[in-house]
């Protein structure tokens, strides 16, 4: 059973759009969204985090929106670069923090320039 | 500061084999968490350490086991490999359980032929 569903797949947008990636959940025990971003060869780094009591975080270029009613969210990338090409995964843990997260499938992301 | 550092980075085993994989986190964090990550599964919660504690453990079959040193390093072995462990094994750590933040390794690439 997926408890965290992402989409999509694959996403390609050109450089100086928004690139929206979406996550449902199931989970209502889930108290911590965390996007990962994650280079060919690298592991995946942190790049933002909510909890379900805020309904937006912003960071630079990147935004989580949250809607807890119909258990989505989804993260925003505003004026997409190049170098923003990486795989992004959702991800959820119902421990607060970063605790046995529960990943979605992920989200391959090419800028074009 | 030195990163989370896995070794080896790869690995090719035959089937039937056991294999043991390395993780050093990052200078005082205590917490270590064992991924697997397959194209078609994605990133799956193996198991947590903290203390010498194995705390979380997850859907895996007992051919994967785990362990964590006095030093926080901690490794991970599989038995009796089949072709389907053929995946990245990331390792994340954190500073204790329910950080908000985990820092992942490059991973282990372990081919099973």
């Known amino acids: 059973q997926q408890q965290v569903k992402q989409s999509p797949q694959s996403l390609i947008v050109q450089k100086g759009g928004i690139s929206i990636i979406n996550c449902a959940y199931e989970?209502?025990?889930?108290?911590?969204f965390p996007w990962y971003q994650q280079f060919p060869g690298k592991g995946p780094a942190l790049l933002i985090a909510i909890r379900p009591d805020v309904s937006e975080k912003k960071e630079g270029r990147f935004t989580i929106s949250f809607n807890k009613s119909a258990k989505q969210f989804s993260l925003h990338i505003m004026d997409s670069q190049p170098g923003d090409s990486a795989t992004y995964f959702c991800a959820a843990s119902n421990r607060g923090g970063s605790e046995k997260l529960v990943f979605g499938k992920g989200t391959k992301l090419t800028v074009n320039p | 500061k030195a990163g989370v550092t896995q070794t080896p980075r790869y690995l090719i085993k035959t089937r039937g084999q056991q294999v043991t994989l390395s993780c050093s986190p990052i200078?005082?964090?205590?917490?270590v968490s064992w991924y697997q990550q397959t194209p078609g599964q994605g990133l799956q919660f193996l198991f947590e350490y903290f203390s010498e504690t194995q705390r979380n453990k997850g859907n895996f079959p007992g051919r994967f086991s785990g362990r964590q040193f006095s030093n926080s390093r901690s490794e991970m072995n599989v038995s009796t490999l089949e072709l389907g462990d053929s995946a990245l094994y990331l390792c994340?750590?954190?500073?204790?359980?329910?950080?908000?933040?985990?820092?992942f390794g490059q991973g282990t690439r372990l081919t099973v032929v």
């Open positions: 989970n209502t025990a889930f108290d911590y």
């Open positions: 994340a750590s954190s500073l204790r359980p329910g950080a908000t933040e985990a820092f």
């Open positions: 200078s005082g964090h205590r917490s």
